[in-house]
């Protein structure tokens, strides 16, 4: 094959996102459109079947896409979805500048391309998934603690800021002490917590 790309399917949106190209001479692929419902990219998502077309300049509606296509000089195209979980995660499309010639295991090659490229994506979107909600349950566990800190500073004026001031000089100790990042978070947490407990709070 002479060009590839992976165009990302989001569902929810009904967009292609650009994820992968080569091959291509004439434009940057991160700037495509598609056309809502029409072209190869579309009938992919619908049929969720590979599409095989000879010659697409006997078919010029199918690569509808913006920037145009023509001043690559294709002639053959084959489209696969790529399919994980019973859900579209995008497309792989190839393109020859000469007739096309694939037998019977070319075709279940990139069949099975398809599908180590759908698991990839699959499992490239749970893992940034799990991120985000690693990241919104530490936002909310420092805010518990901020938040129990300043409880109990109103209620002793006398030691107003003690806490989140010996929590930032224990961070800045332990910088200094080239403790690394996510064991610094740890002992800012820690301080906080600590306080916490001095009072009676908690168990």
Sequence with gaps: MHAVDILAFNAPTQTFKFSFERGFRTYPLNH??????AGYAWSLVRERQMI??????????????????????FIAYVGLP???????????????????????????????????????????????????????????????????????????K?????????????TRLAQSMGVNENDILHIYRGCLAARYRKNGCAG
Excluded: C
């Design 52 to 73: 095989v077309v000879p010659d697409i300049r006997a078919e010029a509606d199918g690569l509808q896409r913006t920037p145009d296509l023509s001043g690559e000089q």
């Design 158 to 170: 006398e030691t107003e800021g003690h806490t989140r001031r010996v929590a930032e000089l224990s």
């Design 32 to 37: 495509m459109q598609i056309k809502f419902g």
């Design 82 to 156: 790529l399919l994980a979980k019973g859900q579209v995660k995008g497309i792989l499309e190839l393109f020859q500048r000469e007739p096309l010639a694939l037998d019977p295991e070319g075709y279940a090659f990139l069949e099975m391309l398809a599908g180590q490229a759908a698991i990839a994506i699959d499992n490239s979107e749970l893992f940034e998934r799990l991120q985000s909600s690693n990241a919104e349950l530490g936002m909310a566990y420092d805010s518990t603690l901020e938040g129990w800190a300043n409880a109990l500073e109103l209620r002793d």
